[in-house]
């Protein structure tokens, strides 16, 4: 099946450093979607993109469709405290016939903010 | 609203027991989806539906059954658990149309099968 390869797996930061992520595919993608997930809860979305090429911001979050269609990257700037949890990569491709609903994820990455 | 709603939160299992993992959702939403978690893994989908009495399967549907008799509610069903179905279970939710893919997330059922 179609895989996402999502680097770097963990990140250990300081507060107010800004952080890059990104995810990567040997095939393309129709959507790319960023998720974090907090301890104990389950993933909540933070962007959604549609279009290559496409730069979208949320708050310190700012996320890019790459022009390729086979990455996306996530960057927060100034970290804080809060920002601790697993952000996933999320995408769609519609190759081969997939039907709508199946979404493919990445592994995660695990970001620790040092006060 | 609720938004999405997993009961129960834990549960410990013995190898051969069967149980349902509940789900709900209160915004109307069309489409549904079960995911697996493992450890340091990204969720795997084990079966959606896009609506009531339409269900398929995903990526790992073997061991689980589902049923969508309502919008509302997508059970999920383990009838012979093992140690390998030892996993965090998370419903989640989504309208149709073209933002079909921002799904909305339970809390997640974390299940152990001894």
């Known amino acids: 099946g179609q895989q996402l390869n999502q680097s770097p797996q963990s990140m250990f930061i300081q507060e107010g450093e800004d952080v890059s992520m990104n995810c990567t595919s040997s095939?393309?993608?129709?959507?790319w979607l960023w998720y974090k997930q907090d301890p104990g809860e389950g993933p909540v979305l933070l962007i959604a993109l549609y279009k290559a090429g496409e730069l979208t911001s949320n708050g310190r979050l700012t996320a890019q469709f790459g022009i390729t269609r086979k990455d996306s990257f996530l960057n927060i700037s100034a970290s804080i405290p809060s920002d601790v949890g697993i952000y996933f990569c999320a995408g769609f491709s519609n190759a081969g016939g997939t039907s709508y609903g199946k979404l493919t994820f990445g592994q995660g990455t695990i970001l620790t903010v040092h006060p | 609203n609720a938004g999405v709603t997993q009961t129960p939160k834990f549960r410990i299992l013995k190898i051969g027991q069967s149980m349902t993992l509940q789900c709900a959702q209160d915004?109307?939403?069309?489409?549904m989806y079960w995911y697996r978690q493992d450890p340091g893994m990204g969720l795997k989908l084990i079966y959606y539906?896009?609506?009531?009495?339409?269900?398929d399967k995903g990526e790992v549907p073997n061991g689980y059954n589902v049923s969508r008799s309502t919008t509302e509610d997508f059970p999920l069903r383990l009838e012979l658990a093992a140690p390998s179905q030892t996993s965090v279970y998370f419903c989640?939710?989504?309208?149709?149309?073209?933002?079909?893919?921002?799904?909305?997330f339970g809390p997640g059922t974390r299940l152990t099968v001894l």
């Open positions: 095939s393309i993608f129709n959507t």
């Open positions: 915004m109307n939403h069309n489409y």
């Open positions: 989640a939710s989504s309208y149709s149309g073209s933002t079909w893919n921002e799904q909305f």
């Open positions: 539906s896009v609506g009531a009495g339409i269900t």
